[in-house]
């Protein structure tokens, strides 16, 4: 059974400072991953899309890194901003569903 | 892009009654439909997967009696909360898996219900 954790689980920084976000998970058989953005109370927001055969994307600031033989990635955002505080999911699809992480809830201090 | 209209986005009922939320692919074929719940300061779980046409399957731990899943269509899924009670405010959303010039999934864009 596909497990996805995402640490650390919640993050404050200040203005400015780049910043990595974890995901790892259990079974390495996926077809891609994807990074999402959730505002409080509010759907989900694509950033970053992932297939097994990539080993990062890139859009704007962000950065996402995949390692499907150790079961890991990682999100990068550069020089962040307090627009930027949000929850950060990550996701796996296996055969044909997608499987979510824990999240990690980010605090950017102006 | 594709796109994934659900509705409502808030809804707050009375405990005992039923609530429908609906989820339409405007401008694909959702030929699958996956239902998630998070509760608050949760990831989002699986509920469900339907497919158009068939009976939905649902994951270890839902009830498919209190949470009804219809697809009839290729652009229309709902979702019903039967007999609603306070614990299953929730934040519902779901996500259609069609053909989008490739295969593609498409989030809607959630509902929050509220049980009082």
């Known amino acids: 059974k596909q497990e996805v954790t995402q640490i650390p689980a919640a993050l404050s920084v200040p203005e400015g400072e780049n910043l990595v976000l974890n995901c790892s998970f259990t079974?390495?058989?996926?077809?891609?991953l994807q990074w999402f953005r959730q505002d409080p109370g509010k759907g989900l927001t694509s950033l970053l899309l992932i297939q097994s055969s990539q080993r990062e994307q890139t859009s704007g600031r962000l950065n996402a890194s995949l390692d499907k033989s150790s079961g890991r990635s990682t999100l990068y955002i550069a020089a962040s901003q307090p627009g930027d505080s949000a929850t950060y999911l990550c996701?796996?699809?296996?055969?044909?569903?997608?499987?979510f992480g824990t999240g990690t809830r980010l605090k950017v201090l102006a | 892009g594709a796109v994934v209209s659900q509705h409502p986005s808030r809804v707050i009922c009375k405990s005992g009654t039923s609530v429908k939320i609906e989820c339409r692919s405007l401008?694909?074929?959702?030929?699958?439909m996956f239902w998630y719940r998070q509760f608050p300061k949760q990831s989002l779980m699986l509920m469900a997967t339907?497919?158009?046409?068939?009976?939905?399957?649902?994951e270890q731990g839902v009830e498919k009696d209190k949470f009804l899943i219809n697809h009839a269509s290729l652009t229309l899924s709902t979702l019903t909360v039967t007999s609603a009670h306070p614990e299953d405010s929730s934040f519902y959303i779901c996500s259609a898996r069609g053909w989008q010039g490739h295969y593609g999934y498409t989030f809607g864009s959630g509902t929050r219900l509220t049980v009082v």
């Open positions: 079974d390495s058989a996926i077809y891609n």
């Open positions: 996701a796996v699809q296996g055969t044909y569903k997608y499987i």
């Open positions: 339907s497919n158009e046409g068939s009976k939905a399957t649902y």
């Open positions: 401008d694909f074929q959702a030929t699958t």
